[in-house]
């Protein structure tokens, strides 16, 4: 198993910036793929980012270019820059690992004020 807690969430103001740390409980280098989604009220949950044990990054067309997914290994910790934001930005980030299975963590929120 894998257990999954994220941190780093908040209120900032548009425009402005925050971290979200994920710790995992075992080698993220182990894991096929880390991949941060977000669920804003009355929506689906939606795929922000995502790097995999190649390091292949893809990121969702709203996010490229302001969101950056980066990992270190020696603290099994994904970590998900986010720059520029935007009040649509306002979502609950959940953590997400595959291995074998998925795993997730709880959710940290994220709200941006306009």
């Known amino acids: 198993q894998v257990q999954l807690v994220e941190s780093g969430g908040g209120l900032v103001q548009a425009g402005g910036s925050l971290r979200l740390s994920c710790a995992a409980s075992?080698?993220?280098?182990?894991?096929?793929?880390m991949r941060w989604y977000r669920q804003a009220p009355g929506k689906e949950r939606e795929l922000v980012a995502s790097?995999?044990?190649?390091?292949?990054?893809r990121y969702a067309e709203s996010v490229r270019g302001r969101f950056t997914i980066s990992t270190d290994n020696a603290k099994n910790t994904v970590y998900l820059q986010m720059n520029s934001l935007k009040s649509e930005d306002t979502a609950v980030y959940y953590c997400?690992?595959?291995?074998?299975?998925?795993?997730w963590g709880r959710g940290t929120q994220v709200t941006v004020s306009s």
């Open positions: 997400n690992a595959v291995w074998i299975s998925n795993y």
């Open positions: 790097i995999n044990n190649g390091g292949t990054i």
């Open positions: 075992r080698s993220i280098t182990s894991i096929s793929a």
